[in-house]
Nanobody
Framework: QVQLVESGGGLVQAGGSLRLSCAAS????????MGWFRQAPGKEREFVAA????????FYADSVKGRFTISRDGAETTVYLQMNSLKPEDTAVYYC???????????WGKGTLVTVSS
């Protein structure tokens, strides 16, 4: 059973930083990507950043490019999202995602709330 557990959310002032973590367990995928999505109040869930586990390529939404960085640990079980220069519009619940590439199945964590005050 795939499990994704996020941590690191909280309240921060505009211009501040936070680092989110997502620990993955219970999967045996050989080709997959891990990433982050977010959902602000009253809005649809949107893509933030992703990393291909096999090639290591990284991808970012235009709204976070240059401010957010996705990375992984050496054991390749945890993905991080370093968020700098946070803006009030970054306020959202952030969800960790793992996608098994061969069947395109997505799995989600329960989310962690990030609130950026102005």
């Amino acid at each position: 059973q795939v499990q994704l557990v996020e941590s690191g959310g909280g309240l921060v002032q505009a211009g501040g930083s936070l680092r989110l973590s997502c620990a993955a367990s219970g999967h045996t995928f050989s080709r997959y990507s891990m990433g982050w999505f977010r959902q602000a109040p009253g809005k649809e869930r949107e893509f933030v950043a992703a990393m291909s586990w096999t090639g290591g390529g990284t991808f970012y939404a235009d709204s976070v490019k240059g401010r957010f960085t996705i990375s992984r640990d050496g054991a390749e079980t945890t993905v991080y999202l370093q968020m700098n220069s946070l803006k009030p519009e970054d306020t959202a619940v952030y969800y960790c995602n793992i996608r098994n590439i061969p069947d395109n199945m997505n799995y989600w964590g329960k989310g962690t709330l990030v609130t950026v005050s102005s």
